[in-house]
T-cell receptor, first 110, second 113 residues
Framework: TQLLEQSPQFLSIQEGENLTVYCNSSSVFSSLQWYRQEPGEGPVLLVTVVTGGEVKKLKRLTFQFGDARKDSSLHITAAQPGDTGLYLCAGAETGNQFYFGTGTSLTVIP | DSGVTQTPKHLITATGQRVTLRCSPRSGDLSVYWYQQSLDQGLQFLIQYYNGEERAKGNILERFSAQQFPDLHSELNLSSLELGDSALYFC????????????FGEGSRLTVL
């Protein structure tokens, strides 16, 4: 079982602030995904990254895959209340299933 | 709406009992995954089926079992329930057997009293 640690575990910020969430592991991943989960719902895929050093942008969200493919970060610019939720990273070693990180619970206060 | 349907949404039962959770995957998806989500353990991978056959096993207890039927729906059976089994159980489906996007259902919340 892969261990993916996310930090911080909890984050509460004011609307308009920027934030970064980290996902770290000792394992090398063939691909890594980020999901967002809202209360009462299942996780929903935000992005998949597969190349070391890859950067993907989704509106105000920027995702980066580490050069060694062991870590990833999610940066949100000018956070909005609609960004509130549980952010989960999920990594897969080659040929294996995706294992999820410990999660970061984000609250954006209006 | 992800297209993945899970039933029941809520279930309350007693220790020692057995329950069955049901999942219908998105139309066309061949893989079904089961995950357990609790406050202290996060989202734990239990088991995966692909086109009717077990594909991968994660942290699934021996008291738990699953299967995928010819129509691709899946059931997760939890027996000899303990208080610690209280959790959200998610089913996810994907088109392929490895990788790709997982589409999650809304989960089944199990409470064991």
């Amino acid at each position: 079982t892969q261990l993916l640690e996310q930090s911080p575990q909890f984050l509460s910020i004011q609307e308009g602030e920027n934030l970064t969430v980290y996902c770290n592991s000792s394992s090398v991943f063939s691909s890594l995904q980020w999901y967002r989960q809202e209360p009462g719902e299942g996780p929903v895929l935000l992005v998949t990254v597969v190349t070391g050093g890859e950067v993907k942008k989704l509106k105000r969200l920027t995702f980066q895959f580490g050069d060694a493919r062991k870590d990833s970060s999610l940066h949100i610019t000018a956070a909005q209340p609609g960004d509130t939720g549980l952010y989960l990273c999920a990594g897969a070693e080659t040929g294996n299933q995706f294992y999820f990180g410990t999660g970061t619970s984000l609250t954006v206060i209006p | 709406d992800s297209g993945v349907t899970q039933t029941p949404k809520h279930l309350i039962t007693a220790t020692g009992q057995r329950v069955t959770l049901r999942c219908s995957p998105r139309s066309g998806d061949l893989s079904v995954y089961w995950y357990q989500q609790s406050l202290d353990q996060g989202l734990q991978f239990l088991i995966q089926y692909y086109n009717g056959e077990e594909r991968a096993k994660g942290n699934i207890l021996e008291r738990f079992s699953a299967q995928q039927f010819p129509d691709l729906h899946s059931e997760l059976n939890l027996s000899s329930l303990e208080l610690g089994d209280s959790a959200l159980y998610f089913c996810a489906s994907s088109l392929r057997g490895l990788g790709g996007e997982l589409f999650f259902g809304e989960g089944s919340r199990l409470t064991v009293l």
